[in-house]
Protein backbone atom coordinates (compact mmCIF):
# COMPACT_ATOMS: atom_id res chain seq x y z
CA UNK A 1 0.00 0.00 0.00
CA UNK A 2 1.46 3.13 -1.26
CA UNK A 3 2.18 6.21 2.14
CA UNK A 4 2.00 9.62 1.29
CA UNK A 5 3.35 11.46 4.31
CA UNK A 6 2.96 15.48 5.15
CA UNK A 7 3.29 17.52 8.27
CA UNK A 8 0.50 18.22 9.31
CA UNK A 9 1.33 21.61 10.80
CA UNK A 10 0.28 24.44 11.28
CA UNK A 11 2.86 26.12 9.46
CA UNK A 12 2.51 29.35 9.66
CA UNK A 13 4.23 32.74 7.47
CA UNK A 14 3.72 35.91 7.34
CA UNK A 15 1.97 37.64 4.47
CA UNK A 16 4.38 37.96 1.74
CA UNK A 17 6.73 35.56 2.29
CA UNK A 18 7.62 32.01 0.65
CA UNK A 19 5.26 28.83 2.63
CA UNK A 20 7.41 25.59 1.87
CA UNK A 21 5.52 22.41 2.06
CA UNK A 22 7.27 19.37 1.56
CA UNK A 23 5.53 15.38 1.29
CA UNK A 24 7.38 12.12 1.23
CA UNK A 25 5.71 9.09 -0.57
CA UNK A 26 6.86 5.56 0.01
CA UNK A 27 6.75 3.53 -3.44
CA UNK A 28 9.83 4.78 -5.08
CA UNK A 29 7.95 3.29 -8.37
CA UNK A 30 5.60 6.56 -8.17
CA UNK A 31 5.51 8.68 -11.05
CA UNK A 32 2.48 11.41 -10.63
CA UNK A 33 2.37 13.83 -8.01
CA UNK A 34 -0.17 16.09 -7.34
CA UNK A 35 -1.06 18.88 -4.87
CA UNK A 36 -4.74 19.83 -3.76
CA UNK A 37 -5.52 23.02 -1.52
CA UNK A 38 -8.46 22.44 0.32
CA UNK A 39 -10.25 25.25 2.41
CA UNK A 40 -12.29 24.35 5.37
CA UNK A 41 -15.26 22.53 5.00
CA UNK A 42 -15.00 22.37 1.19
CA UNK A 43 -13.55 20.16 -1.71
CA UNK A 44 -10.12 19.99 -2.40
CA UNK A 45 -9.31 21.41 -5.76
CA UNK A 46 -6.31 20.69 -7.77
CA UNK A 47 -3.57 23.33 -7.62
CA UNK A 48 -0.82 21.82 -10.31
CA UNK A 49 0.91 18.34 -10.67
CA UNK A 50 4.48 17.17 -11.48
CA UNK A 51 5.36 14.31 -13.40
CA UNK A 52 9.23 14.81 -14.05
CA UNK A 53 12.20 15.51 -11.39
CA UNK A 54 12.95 19.16 -11.15
CA UNK A 55 10.77 22.49 -10.73
CA UNK A 56 7.43 23.23 -12.49
CA UNK A 57 6.30 26.75 -11.61
CA UNK A 58 3.06 28.07 -11.93
CA UNK A 59 2.44 31.48 -11.13
CA UNK A 60 3.20 31.74 -7.65
CA UNK A 61 3.20 28.28 -7.35
CA UNK A 62 6.50 26.27 -7.95
CA UNK A 63 6.26 22.13 -7.59
CA UNK A 64 9.42 20.57 -6.64
CA UNK A 65 10.62 16.88 -7.19
CA UNK A 66 13.09 14.47 -6.01
CA UNK A 67 12.14 10.92 -7.00
CA UNK A 68 15.58 9.31 -5.57
CA UNK A 69 14.58 11.47 -2.27
CA UNK A 70 10.92 10.32 -2.78
CA UNK A 71 10.12 13.94 -2.14
CA UNK A 72 8.03 16.36 -3.70
CA UNK A 73 7.16 19.90 -2.58
CA UNK A 74 5.03 23.04 -3.06
CA UNK A 75 6.63 26.63 -2.39
CA UNK A 76 4.49 29.50 -2.38
CA UNK A 77 5.66 32.81 -2.91
CA UNK A 78 4.34 35.74 -2.23
CA UNK A 79 2.02 34.31 0.35
CA UNK A 80 -1.03 35.84 0.88
CA UNK A 81 -3.56 35.02 3.24
CA UNK A 82 -6.65 33.74 1.40
CA UNK A 83 -3.74 30.80 0.57
CA UNK A 84 -4.58 29.53 3.95
CA UNK A 85 -5.83 26.25 3.83
CA UNK A 86 -5.05 22.80 3.78
CA UNK A 87 -2.39 21.39 1.24
CA UNK A 88 -2.91 18.04 0.25
CA UNK A 89 -0.01 16.46 -1.68
CA UNK A 90 -1.37 12.99 -3.58
CA UNK A 91 0.28 10.35 -5.57
CA UNK A 92 -1.59 7.88 -8.13
CA UNK A 93 -2.42 4.41 -6.25
CA UNK A 94 -2.97 1.23 -8.26
CA UNK A 95 -5.80 -0.90 -6.64
CA UNK A 96 -5.59 -3.83 -9.32
CA UNK A 97 -6.62 -1.51 -12.32
CA UNK A 98 -4.65 0.42 -14.52
CA UNK A 99 -6.21 3.75 -14.33
CA UNK A 100 -4.66 4.62 -11.37
CA UNK A 101 -6.38 6.76 -8.29
CA UNK A 102 -5.08 9.49 -5.93
CA UNK A 103 -3.59 8.21 -2.16
CA UNK A 104 -3.54 11.60 -0.42
CA UNK A 105 -1.47 12.79 2.69
CA UNK A 106 -3.32 13.92 5.91
CA UNK A 107 -2.28 17.95 4.22
CA UNK A 108 -0.04 20.18 6.07
CA UNK A 109 -2.76 23.10 7.92
CA UNK A 110 -1.07 26.37 6.28
CA UNK A 111 -2.22 29.70 8.17
CA UNK A 112 -0.82 32.84 6.25
CA UNK A 113 -0.93 35.93 9.31
CA UNK A 114 -1.28 39.67 7.12
CA UNK B 1 -18.58 27.02 -14.86
CA UNK B 2 -19.22 22.73 -15.26
CA UNK B 3 -19.41 21.54 -11.59
CA UNK B 4 -19.79 18.39 -9.86
CA UNK B 5 -22.72 18.93 -8.01
CA UNK B 6 -23.95 16.59 -5.03
CA UNK B 7 -27.28 15.99 -2.82
CA UNK B 8 -28.24 15.94 -0.09
CA UNK B 9 -25.34 18.32 1.26
CA UNK B 10 -25.75 16.76 4.91
CA UNK B 11 -27.77 13.27 6.15
CA UNK B 12 -28.55 12.45 9.33
CA UNK B 13 -29.31 8.58 9.81
CA UNK B 14 -29.76 5.97 12.12
CA UNK B 15 -27.08 3.14 12.14
CA UNK B 16 -28.81 0.14 10.08
CA UNK B 17 -30.33 2.58 7.71
CA UNK B 18 -29.66 2.65 4.34
CA UNK B 19 -28.68 5.99 2.60
CA UNK B 20 -28.12 6.95 -1.13
CA UNK B 21 -25.81 9.81 -2.19
CA UNK B 22 -26.32 11.31 -5.15
CA UNK B 23 -23.76 13.23 -7.58
CA UNK B 24 -24.00 14.71 -10.96
CA UNK B 25 -20.65 15.10 -12.76
CA UNK B 26 -19.49 17.08 -15.06
CA UNK B 27 -21.62 16.35 -18.39
CA UNK B 28 -18.86 15.38 -20.24
CA UNK B 29 -16.68 13.49 -18.35
CA UNK B 30 -16.16 9.87 -18.69
CA UNK B 31 -14.96 8.99 -15.41
CA UNK B 32 -16.13 8.60 -11.96
CA UNK B 33 -15.11 8.86 -8.66
CA UNK B 34 -16.18 8.25 -4.91
CA UNK B 35 -13.58 9.36 -2.09
CA UNK B 36 -14.21 10.02 1.49
CA UNK B 37 -13.08 11.65 4.58
CA UNK B 38 -13.77 11.05 8.17
CA UNK B 39 -13.11 14.34 10.47
CA UNK B 40 -9.54 15.28 10.88
CA UNK B 41 -7.91 12.54 8.51
CA UNK B 42 -7.15 11.92 4.82
CA UNK B 43 -9.30 11.94 1.88
CA UNK B 44 -9.58 8.51 0.87
CA UNK B 45 -10.18 6.99 -2.11
CA UNK B 46 -13.28 4.29 -2.35
CA UNK B 47 -14.40 3.55 -6.01
CA UNK B 48 -13.67 4.49 -9.92
CA UNK B 49 -16.29 4.50 -12.55
CA UNK B 50 -15.77 4.14 -16.00
CA UNK B 51 -18.36 2.81 -19.26
CA UNK B 52 -20.89 1.90 -16.67
CA UNK B 53 -19.01 -0.38 -14.38
CA UNK B 54 -16.51 -0.42 -11.75
CA UNK B 55 -13.16 0.06 -12.75
CA UNK B 56 -10.76 0.23 -9.42
CA UNK B 57 -12.18 0.00 -6.00
CA UNK B 58 -10.40 0.69 -2.33
CA UNK B 59 -10.41 -2.16 0.63
CA UNK B 60 -13.07 0.18 2.32
CA UNK B 61 -15.46 -0.23 -0.78
CA UNK B 62 -17.08 -4.15 0.90
CA UNK B 63 -19.89 -5.50 0.29
CA UNK B 64 -21.63 -2.89 2.29
CA UNK B 65 -21.39 -0.12 -0.70
CA UNK B 66 -22.13 0.10 -4.48
CA UNK B 67 -22.43 2.53 -6.81
CA UNK B 68 -25.04 3.01 -9.99
CA UNK B 69 -25.25 5.49 -12.63
CA UNK B 70 -29.12 4.84 -12.98
CA UNK B 71 -29.54 7.33 -15.92
CA UNK B 72 -27.13 9.72 -18.26
CA UNK B 73 -26.65 12.11 -15.56
CA UNK B 74 -26.52 10.61 -12.13
CA UNK B 75 -24.27 8.77 -10.44
CA UNK B 76 -24.80 7.60 -7.12
CA UNK B 77 -23.54 5.40 -4.00
CA UNK B 78 -25.49 3.93 -1.98
CA UNK B 79 -24.34 2.33 1.41
CA UNK B 80 -25.92 -0.51 3.25
CA UNK B 81 -26.69 -0.95 7.14
CA UNK B 82 -24.96 2.25 7.95
CA UNK B 83 -21.96 2.13 10.87
CA UNK B 84 -20.91 4.96 13.53
CA UNK B 85 -18.17 4.87 11.63
CA UNK B 86 -19.33 5.42 8.28
CA UNK B 87 -19.93 8.97 9.39
CA UNK B 88 -17.61 11.22 6.85
CA UNK B 89 -17.73 13.56 4.16
CA UNK B 90 -18.46 11.88 1.16
CA UNK B 91 -16.86 13.48 -2.34
CA UNK B 92 -18.02 12.84 -5.75
CA UNK B 93 -15.43 13.43 -8.31
CA UNK B 94 -15.27 13.38 -12.27
CA UNK B 95 -12.78 14.02 -14.65
CA UNK B 96 -12.82 13.90 -18.35
CA UNK B 97 -9.60 11.24 -18.69
CA UNK B 98 -8.24 8.75 -16.23
CA UNK B 99 -7.35 10.29 -13.02
CA UNK B 100 -3.65 8.73 -13.68
CA UNK B 101 -3.13 10.54 -16.67
CA UNK B 102 -3.80 14.36 -15.39
CA UNK B 103 -5.30 13.74 -12.13
CA UNK B 104 -7.41 16.78 -12.83
CA UNK B 105 -10.11 15.71 -10.74
CA UNK B 106 -12.98 17.64 -10.16
CA UNK B 107 -14.51 17.42 -6.77
CA UNK B 108 -18.28 18.39 -5.79
CA UNK B 109 -19.10 19.77 -2.49
CA UNK B 110 -19.43 16.73 -0.22
CA UNK B 111 -22.37 15.19 1.06
CA UNK B 112 -21.66 15.12 4.94
CA UNK B 113 -23.14 11.78 6.45
CA UNK B 114 -23.79 11.36 10.20
CA UNK B 115 -24.88 8.20 11.65
CA UNK B 116 -26.18 8.37 14.82
Known amino acids: QKEVEQNSGPLSVPEGAIASLNCTYS??????FFWYRQYSGKSPELIMFIYSNGDKEDGRFTAQLNKASQYVSLLIRDSQPSDSATYLCAVIGTYGGSQGNLIFGKGTKLSVKP | EPEVTQTPSHQVTQMGQEVILRCVPI?????FYWYRQILGQKVEFLVS????????KSEIFDDQFSVERPDGSNFTLKIRSTKLEDSAMYFC??????????????FGEGSRLTVL
Open chain 2, 27 to 31: SNHLY
Open chain 1, 27 to 32: DRGSQS
Open chain 2, 93 to 106: ASSEVASGNTGELF
Open chain 2, 49 to 56: FYNNEISE
